[in-house]
């Protein structure tokens, strides 16, 4: 274990970056993992970080002692900093002063899907971006496909929200959804409150993708255009909205009802 | 319309602890109401606020111009305040400067459920709360019960997040929720992920009570012990948790799904 005790370390300095940018960590291709149950996820999913930073007092935390611990046994760097400059670093307040760097995962984007994925089409909220990936992942889905314009996934909202969904899915970001709906030949649902076709009366067996908008005006008409179908989840109250992120729940579990019925 | 300009006058005090604190909204039994969307909602569903309050600068927004002629006729209060004191009000970065001052609405509780209902055990993310409020409403759900641990249901994020679903719900706070189960006969689904009953085995036709727990531990266990049904969401993924509010959705949107076969 080594030990930065100055502000000006580059190596601290670099965290520093990373923990207040996303511009920093689209640009390093580097991400933080903030807090217990991410860090356990990454070493469970993932296998070693980077680099695993932890402050002097969260060392007697046995929780993070373990996991100190497994990344030396897995040969990762490990970093001990004193907490006052920790602080700087950790969007968690009253969290447990325990980080990893890792390398943002960048798969290989497909030409066009073949199993059954999400589309996020402006999707703004970095909680219901996370929302949306637990699920997603929950239900059994393996990929994601994001529009320039969504919230950028590895930010530490969505970490946060996603509690671990990343590190089993495969994300892709900047992606031109319209070209990629054209290249597939799997059914296209794109989701919205002016829809006919009710969501249970769609076949959901095969593999199918999702396609969910902006939280004010959801999918852009020229890919609600593309889409295959464009589906409604019925509602039976005077509030004819839902959430983004509940909506997409409802319609993966939907897919999964009926696939294990 | 009125007009304030100091600091100091009573009634801009007044709105300025309600704006910043949910214990002065609870001792008040009144709550502000933030932005185009929801006073409209109220507008629409509950009639004329006590007090309507907008920025000087708002005043030349068409949408919120109608809002204020509607109150107007209505015969409510409308205040102009400038753009500066508006300012100490309001959540909304960039937000249009309209609020409305409301009495919270208390319905009576009933001392049984005979409806379908929602039971919230020790939900804590304000945003949650909204969400699991916005899709109750929109299934079709009209009563919600918290326990004391819930956080407040009438504090900006909930209200914001829950767009205008609190409107067409009866919520009932501070409610002692195991005296309230054993008071009724609808079946009380606990949900968990450590259940064996699944979701969609279990018929959901009739009333029934869907009881979520707090985000990280759950439904307490002399709740979970009271419940008529445990019952599981199914996973798919390697990811083995939802969102609180995901599953919220998923539980009232297949009750809709059965009610509609």
Redesign the interface.
């Known amino acids: 274990m080594k030990s930065v005790t100055s502000r000006d370390n580059p190596f601290y300095k670099e965290l520093k970056s990373l923990a207040a940018s996303s511009q920093a960590r689209r640009k390093a291709g580097r991400t933080l993992l903030d807090g217990v149950h991410l860090c356990q996820s990454w070493l469970e999913?993932r296998g070693a970080p980077n680099h695993c930073v932890v402050s002097e007092g969260a060392l007697h935390n046995p929780e993070v002692a373990d996991i100190v611990a497994r990344c030396e046994s897995l040969h990762a760097h490990v970093t001990a900093l004193p907490d006052a400059l920790f602080g700087a670093l950790s969007q968690v307040e009253h969290g447990v002063n325990l980080l990893f760097l890792v390398e943002t995962p960048a798969p290989v984007q497909p030409a066009a899907m073949s199993v059954s994925a999400v589309l996020l089409d402006g999707v703004q909220d970095p909680?219901n971006v996370g929302?949306i990936l637990?699920?997603a992942?929950?239900?059994?889905?393996t990929q994601v496909f994001c529009s320039a314009g969504t919230a950028f996934c590895w930010s530490p909202k969505v970490l946060r929200?996603a509690?671990?969904?990343h590190f089993?899915l495969e994300i892709f970001e900047h992606v031109d959804l319209g070209a990629l709906i054209d290249a597939s030949r799997i059914s296209v649902l794109a989701m919205s409150g002016y829809a006919e076709q009710k969501l249970?009366q769609v076949d959901l067996r095969g593999p199918v993708a999702w396609l969910l908008g902006h939280e004010g005006q959801g999918v852009a008409d020229d890919l609600m255009g593309r889409a295959t179908h464009q589906v409604v989840?019925?509602?039976?109250?005077?509030?004819?909205?839902?959430?983004v992120?509940?909506?997409?729940?409802?319609c993966f579990?939907?897919q999964?009802?009926q696939?294990?019925?």
């Open positions: 999913l909680g929302s637990r699920s992942a929950a239900a059994g889905i929200a509690m671990g969904a089993v249970w989840i019925p509602h039976a109250g005077r509030v004819e909205s839902l959430n992120a509940a909506a997409g729940a409802i579990f939907e999964l009802r696939r294990q019925a």
